[in-house]
């Protein structure tokens, strides 16, 4: 290509960068509309968008980027009436008198008596905002009537951990506490994690889970006298003891009784029973405990149900240290029948002896290698529970 040829080509390409290039104004315009919808999206307003002409093309800029961000998405939902809405997370902070409501993303919040009659006023009122979810901490047996009456008028309830919400909270930055704002704290834990709603207890599964625990306190007062006894000089205190332990074996033996009653007057209990019993050193007070304490068994994965009663090793890793896997949280009632179970299938039962001796033998301290068959008789028992299968010697 000669030099007047290329001159040419150059003043061919300059003219028709100069037709592409926006003109000055219209850049200036652009500018405005762009500072003008960031002004609005702070405010959490949007510039009006009136119909634009069949054929036009908007001169509004298209702009994104985390800078032009309006705020986090949430999941809509259209009514009938065709308009748009966030979805609706409750949470409710309960203690012995009332209850402390708020609402998300609303903001609305509003106490309530904790009664009959305000209960199922607050179920009325509740159906009508439709919400997603609600959630409520367990709180030492003060949640179960809210929870019970709410999810009986149909509405979707999860109760969680209050340690849970607590460390949501402090991860959020909130640092004080009071009921106004455990209740906002419940309400945006509901709406970020969205805990899964499980069925509550029935009323049968809570009459025979308080029995159970009933039988525990009494058993746990038995061993204190006992500890008691050992220690006193006094012949006159040695005798009250012996007439309290004399009095609480009676008392445990009708509580005994009284499970047994209502463990039988159920078929589906009674067979339940019958098949955990048939796994070698599962006795009745591990069988009822599980019955009445662990209704998910059977219908967990094995991952799922270690988890929940607190028997998953938890990493404890971090660059190149490899720190000791170690068990938390879960139910602890339910941990300690199955290590009385493990302690007694470890010497009876074939196939936890097996692992126990192996484990033992690779150098495993005997809590932990109790613990690795507390995890694998849990398995066992919920995959009995879930094929409906007595257990059979492998």
Not at 176 to 202: Q, S, V, Y
Not at 252 to 261: F, K, L, M
Not at 291 to 296: D, H, Q, R, S, V
Request: contains cysteine.
């Amino acid at each position: 290509m000669g030099a007047s040829e290329a001159r040419s080509f150059d003043a061919a390409s300059a003219k028709a960068l100069a037709a592409l290039a926006p003109t000055p104004s219209l850049v200036c315009k652009e500018a405005r509309v762009a500072v003008v919808y960031r002004r609005s999206s702070r405010a959490g307003d949007r510039p009006s968008q009136g119909p634009s002409p069949r054929g036009s093309k908007d001169p509004r800029p298209r702009l994104s980027g985390p800078e032009q961000s309006p705020g986090p998405l949430r999941r809509a939902r259209i009514r009938k009436d065709g308009a748009m809405e966030s979805a609706v997370y409750v949470g409710i902070d309960v203690s012995k008198d009332r209850l402390d409501v708020h609402v998300r993303p609303s903001g609305e919040h509003f106490v309530v008596a904790s009664d009959d009659k305000m209960l199922s006023r607050l179920a009325e009122r509740l159906r009508g905002l439709e919400p997603r979810l609600i959630v409520l901490e367990a709180t030492g047996g003060l949640q179960v009537k809210a929870a019970g009456l709410l999810a009986a008028a149909g509405l979707p309830v999860a109760v969680v951990n209050p340690r849970q919400v607590r460390d949501f909270a402090k991860s959020s930055g909130r640092l004080a506490k009071t009921d106004r704002l455990d209740a906002a704290a419940i309400a945006h834990f509901a709406e970020a994690i969205k805990p899964e709603p499980r069925p509550l207890p029935d009323e049968a599964q809570r009459g025979l889970a308080a029995l159970v625990e009933r039988r525990r306190e009494l058993v746990a007062l038995r061993v204190a006298e006992r500890n008691r006894r050992s220690q006193i000089q006094s012949s006159w205190v040695r005798k009250d003891i012996e007439a309290s332990l004399a009095d609480l074996a009676v008392r445990i033996e009708a509580v005994d009784a009284e499970i047994e009653s209502h463990v039988k007057a159920s078929p589906i209990w009674r067979s339940q029973e019958n098949l955990l019993k048939t796994v070698p050193g599962v006795g009745d007070v591990v069988a009822r405990s599980l019955i009445a304490e662990l209704p998910e068994l059977g219908t967990l994965s094995r991952r799922k149900i270690a988890a929940l009663v607190g028997l998953a090793p938890y990493a404890n890793d971090s660059g190149q240290f490899s720190g000791k896997r170690s068990i938390r949280g879960g139910r602890m009632a339910i941990r300690t029948v199955l290590y009385m179970a493990a302690v007694t299938a470890s010497r009876c039962n074939p196939a936890i002896a097996a692992m126990y001796k192996r484990l033992r033998a690779a150098g495993k301290k005997p809590k932990v290698a109790l613990t690795a068959c507390m995890r694998k008789l849990l398995v066992m028992l919920n995959a009995i529970a879930r094929d409906q299968k007595p257990w059979q010697t492998a």
